[in-house]
């Protein structure tokens, strides 16, 4: 009963839940193709990236830790529940998006620069965010997509401040602002 209550009292305040009850319909519009999973990178202690950052060099970059992995980890069993076992892989190049990706379990990750972090230089914001808009319209209407940036990316895009590991439902085709369908708390 406390739990139940607890749960309603989460959902009147916006606070997303594991899968709120309303999300059913979003993660049917995701498995069908309708929707795509925007995924905030797994925990990656810090913020931005260091001074000597490398786009090919993780070790110049900040990375996820253990509690980061594990919960990428999670992801991919969330999503196996969900009856998304293989879907297309997209990701940011930078190393924590990329191994957030990985760690799903779910299949090969392709690189999409259109997702990676602008953070070093917001000037290309609404450029960049154009471009991943066109670039996720442009594949065909009913693939299973899920795509894995970063919050400077997901807030231009949605107008929503995502958590680590958080993810986003967005509707296809995508706009800006993005359609939200559902928030997801890390699992």
Do not use: K
Request: glycine share 8%; charged share 20%.
């Amino acid at each position: 009963m406390l739990r139940a209550v607890a749960l309603l009292l989460l959902a009147c305040m916006g606070v997303p839940g594991p899968v709120q009850a309303g999300t059913a319909a979003a993660w049917d519009a995701l498995r069908e193709g309708r929707a795509v999973l925007l995924l905030r990178h797994a925990t990656a202690p810090g913020m931005g990236d260091p001074a000597n950052f490398a786009l090919g060099d993780c070790s110049t970059q900040r990375n996820l830790d253990r509690r980061g992995r594990e919960q990428a980890r999670r992801w991919g069993h969330l999503l196996r529940s969900q009856g998304i076992a293989r879907p297309r892989l997209l990701s940011s190049r930078w190393c924590r998006a990329r191994d957030t990706a990985q760690e799903l379990g779910l299949g090969a990750v392709e690189p999409l620069p259109a997702l990676d972090s602008f953070f070093a230089d917001r000037t290309r914001a609404a450029a960049q965010t154009a471009q991943l808009v066109e670039a996720v319209n442009a594949l065909m209407s009913g693939t299973v997509m899920v795509l894995v940036s970063h919050q400077v990316n997901i807030t231009a895009l949605t107008g929503v401040y995502p958590a680590s590991g958080e993810g986003l439902i967005l509707a296809r085709p995508l706009r800006v602002p993005a359609r939200v369908l559902a928030r997801i708390a890390p699992p």
